[in-house]
Structure formats: structure tokens, C-alpha cells
């Protein structure tokens, strides 16, 4: 990785765990659903004159169904559940909950397209999902909060968003191998703008929102979305898709600091080594780390099965 892809990283995982804080800016005012919908919308108008100027809106024609789906599963859906538990949790926690999207995708990548992991992905698993029962039993509170959401739930929608993540994946894998990345994100947002929009007619608020709260919507939308996006098929292509998402592993501290930093949340030690928890399990999943087993021969022999 040359140091510039590397501060390419680090700019993706902040721009990225800055998102939990604008969803935390934006989604009291708003509403979950006009702030994720405003989120695509924004993101689509961004996107689409790039897939334009690259002349590759004839992918996007020819897979249109696909992609469509994709964007629902992928965008729509997941922006909605962290934009409701931007109203109860912290964009930290948030932002650990969605470290485990590598997880689900195993596990959705296992039940549909028959790809059972091994070696240490089926220990990564087991400790990951630790640290997430762990953090999810912390603020196992169901009771509405003046916001009308629940830390409860807000964990709840936080693990579905990660698992529909997990499912864009396989559905990606298995419909769309091949289909230029920009058409895929630029169609996807495109989709999932077109599903949100009539919703946020109905639910838009009826007190209009304030400054702050148009400039995290705005942020959400075309800096969170559209250039993170741009900015990670960049970093895909320079370094592949593997060294890429290791940005998973750095959003987290960026969201806690901003969330500190931005909004005074405060971190406990339990959110602290849960996350820990959390990210050895990931780690494992995505063969970032593949620890060395001694063989009976003294021998270190590195497990591929994973």
C-alpha cells in the first residue's frame, strides 16, 4: 500500500465514521425516514453525472432490475435503521454494531450461495457475535425515550441494517460480478431514492429543520455517500478489495472521536472492550489476521481454509 492509498484510507474512514455524527445531528429534526431519504436523493444527484461522464450509463440500463434490488438492500433500508438508532444510541455504537456487516455477510454468503467458511472465519464468527450479544445486552432497554425510539430497538435496527448489508452483498455477487462499481453505486442510491421519496412526502416535518440540521442532511448526502463512495472504488481499484475494507476497523475510533469530540458522547469501558471483541471477530472473518497455529513439528503453518 503506497502512503497515499493509505491516507486515502484514513480520509474514507473518517469521512465515513463522521456519518454517525450527522445522523445524529440530522435525525432528531428530520426524522429517520426524510433524513435517509434526503441522504440518497442527494447522493443519486451527485453520483449520476459521473456515471454519465464516464459513459457508463449502458450498465446501468442492462442490469437496472439488479441493481434496483441492490439499492433497497443496500441503501434504502440500512439508512433508515441507523438514522432511527441515531435517535437512541450514540454514533459510536452505532458505528461498532456496523462493524459487523463482514459477519453478516459471511453468514448471508453461507445460507444462500453455499460458501461455508472455515478455519478462522467460523471462529471470527463465534467472537464477533460475543461482543455484539455483549454490547446488545448493555443497553437492552426497550422502553421509549422522548424521541418515541429505544435503545433496545436502536441496537435492533443497527443488526438489521448490517444484515441487509450482508445480503446486498451476496445479491451483488451473485447478479451483478462485472457491472462497472459507478453503475452500481449510482444506480443503487437512484433505486433507493425512488422507494424513499413518496415516504418522505408523507413524513416530512411539519417544523422546518434548522441550519445545523440541513448541513449534517447535506453532509450525509454528499460527502458520507457520494464522494465516500467515488473514494472507495478508487481505493478498491489501487489496493484491492480486501486491503479496502480495512477501513471497517477504523471507522469506529473516528466515530467515537467525532461523537466526543462534536457532541460530548461519552465511552465506556464496556463499549471500549466489546468493540475490541467485536473487531478481533472481523478481523478473523475478512482474513485481515490469520494468527499462525504451530504445527506438532514445531512448524507455524498458516490456516487457508478461512
Not at 449520476?48 to 433497497?72: D, Q, S
Not at 472455515?118 to 446488545?136: C, E, Q, S, Y
Not at 443497553?139 to 435492533?156: C, E, M, N
Request: proline share 5%.
Amino acid at each position: 500500500m503506497k502512503p497515499r492509498d493509505l491516507i486515502e484510507l484514513l480520509v474514507l474512514a473518517a469521512i465515513w465514521g463522521a456519518s454517525f455524527l450527522f445522523l445524529r445531528m440530522g435525525a432528531g429534526e428530520f426524522g429517520p425516514i426524510a433524513l435517509a431519504g434526503l441522504r440518497v436523493i442527494g447522493a443519486s444527484l451527485f453520483l449520476l453525472p459521473i456515471l454519465a461522464h464516464r459513459g457508463e450509463w449502458p450498465a446501468l440500463k442492462a442490469n437496472w432490475r439488479a441493481i434496483a434490488l441492490v439499492g433497497i438492500a443496500n441503501s434504502a433500508l440500512p439508512f433508515l435503521c441507523f438514522s432511527y438508532a441515531a435517535l437512541a444510541i450514540t454514533g459510536g455504537l452505532s458505528s461498532i454494531f456496523n462493524a459487523t456487516t463482514p459477519l453478516m455477510g459471511v453468514l448471508i454468503a453461507w445460507a444462500w450461495l453455499g460458501d461455508k467458511p472455515g478455519g478462522h472465519k467460523m471462529v471470527g464468527l463465534a467472537i464477533g457475535f460475543a461482543g455484539v450479544l455483549w454490547l446488545a445486552w448493555d443497553k437492552a432497554s426497550f422502553k421509549p425515550d422522548a424521541s418515541g425510539a429505544s435503545s433496545g430497538l436502536a441496537v435492533l435496527a443497527c443488526l438489521a441494517a448490517t444484515l441487509m448489508y450482508g445480503l446486498a452483498a451476496s445479491m451483488t455477487k451473485r447478479w451483478l460480478t462485472g457491472v462497472p462499481p459507478m453503475a452500481l453505486a449510482a444506480g443503487s442510491q437512484l433505486s433507493a431514492a425512488i422507494v424513499l421519496l413518496p415516504l418522505v412526502l408523507w413524513r416530512w416535518p411539519d417544523v422546518p429543520p434548522s441550519g445545523h440540521a440541513w448541513g449534517a442532511a447535506i453532509a450525509l448526502a454528499l460527502l458520507c455517500t457520494g464522494v465516500a463512495y467515488v473514494l472507495f472504488f478508487r481505493l478498491i481499484g489501487n489496493i484491492g478489495s480486501t486491503n479496502a475494507l480495512s477501513v471497517t476497523f477504523l471507522i469506529p475510533g473516528f466515530a467515537i472521536a467525532w461523537g466526543g469530540l462534536f457532541l460530548g458522547e461519552a465511552v465506556n469501558a464496556t463499549m471500549l472492550v466489546a468493540c475490541a471483541v467485536v473487531l478481533v471477530g472481523t478481523s478473523l472473518v475478512t482474513g485481515v489476521w490469520r494468527p499462525r497455529i504451530g504445527s506438532r513439528a514445531g512448524v507455524e503453518t498458516r490456516d487457508t481454509a478461512g
